[in-house]
């Protein structure tokens, strides 16, 4: 890492990492007339090379087991498709939208087949256009899975699918660089705290930064950051692989994102490639800098499951792998958001268990309220504060992939 320092040795607001969570807190900061501050984002690597933004499998859907997460993904997928406009008509923003193909959700045993009942009552009073299918119905419309042993499948498919991710993360940062918003690549090692409050924080190139308000957007580093500031934060890397493969016999339709009951997941990748992932046993917490490939996996485990549930994936070639990191919050499978209860200026924005991409416009949006207004004008995000870690009142979310 090149430590580059700042020109200025004091911000109002200071973000710790700068993918596209804090780049989403940059960008609805500068889009508002009540806030003039100056913001200074700090990342490890502006190259975001490894990044979980970069490695993410860049989809999004509505099938959450709590409302709010719903409400989240659906203001996400309002963003998406209509970025250009939110972004203020710029020309420049490109047109991208959400390849609706789904995710279809299946369920090989009766209790999981009632949790997607509770979960499709949650979405429908939510507004999403979710629907459960027969086994009859899914091979209706997707004749080529092997279903002898599912019970119910769950799919929607209105804003629901694969959308460019790395298009939104690009234009959240260029916008907020070209509002002011300064970006350095350096690492925060240390904060002062008195008094409830964060005063600065030193850079691992010497300097010390004074700041107004911090932002923790740290993703897998983020219970780094939050000890410097003398939290514990239960969130966690955990390793997530994904493998791309072309087959030698394509699909006669879109694949949706399907998550078989094993946990592995494939979907469409277009060109008659898909693309797949998923964990399968022990999820321990590794190294943020580990991203080894486990090999073996995809041979011994993930491919005999894909040829299992979809017999034309017999025939196959793998093309590419990669490994990523979930910032898994341990408590709840829930994002931490909000500020601290002791130290005022202390904000988070962690702990998104594989969501963060299609969370960050909301998660960004609510950050920036509470910072500009002190309370959320929009989606009430207050379920989601770490009060709920000291009271020990978890805000479970099921969905997780």
């Known amino acids: 890492m090149a430590c580059r320092s700042p020109e200025q040795r004091q911000f109002d607001v200071v973000i710790v990492g700068g993918a596209i969570m ?39 859907r509505q099938q959450f087991s709590t409302a709010l997460n719903v409400k989240i993904s659906q203001f996400g997928a309002d963003f998406v498709n209509n970025m250009r406009a939110f972004m203020g008509g710029d020309p ?46 899914i091979a209706a419309r997707y004749p080529f899975y092997a279903l002898d042993d599912i019970l119910l499948g769950s799919i929607n498919t209105v804003d629901e699918g694969y959308f460019d991710s790395m298009a939104v993360f690009d234009w959240l940062k260029r916008q907020a660089q070209e509002r002011g918003a300064i970006y350095i690549e350096n690492d925060v090692v240390d904060m002062s705290v008195t008094g409830g409050r964060v005063h600065s924080v030193t850079l691992a190139s010497g300097e010390v930064i004074a700041c107004g308000h911090v932002i923790n957007a740290s993703g897998p580093r983020a219970a780094r950051t939050a000890a410097m500031a003398g939290i514990t934060l239960p969130v966690e890397p955990r390793k997530r ?6 087959a030698q016999h394509p699909l006669v339709c879109d694949l949706p994102l399907t998550i078989d009951p094993s946990g592995v997941h494939v979907r469409e990748n277009g060109g008659g490639t898909y693309q797949a992932g998923g964990y399968l046993g022990d999820d321990p917490a590794v190294d943020a800098d580990d991203f080894a490939v486990d090999h073996a996996l995809w041979e011994a485990e993930v491919w005999p499951i894909l040829a299992a549930r979809i017999p034309q994936f017999e025939s196959i ?9 979930y910032e898994m919050n341990t408590f709840d499978h829930n994002a931490i958001l909000g500020p601290h209860p002791d130290i005022a200026n202390f904000y988070f924005m962690n702990g998104f268990s594989g969501h963060g991409l299609q969370q960050a416009p909301a998660m960004g949006r609510g950050i920036a309220e509470w910072l500009y207004h002190g309370e959320y004008r929009t989606l009430d995000l207050g379920g989601f504060h770490f009060d709920r870690l000291l009271s020990d009142q978890p805000q479970v979310e099921q969905a997780v992939i």
């Open 22 to 60: 804090g780049s989403a807190a940059a960008w609805f900061l500068t889009d508002t007339d009540s806030f003039d501050g100056s913001i200074l984002v700090i990342d490890r690597d502006l190259t975001f090379a490894s990044s979980a933004t970069a490695h993410s499998t860049s989809c999004i």
């Open 92 to 137: 420049r923003v490109p047109k991208i939208g959400i390849r609706s193909f789904g995710y279809l959700y299946l369920a090989d045993t009766p209790a999981y087949a009632d949790d997607l009942r509770k979960r499709h009552g949650v979405q429908i009073a939510a507004g999403a256009a979710t629907r459960l299918l027969t086994p009859d119905e």
């Open 241 to 246: 692989h994904s493998w791309v493969f072309k």
């Open 317 to 325: 070639r793998l093309t590419h792998s990669w490994v990523g990191h």
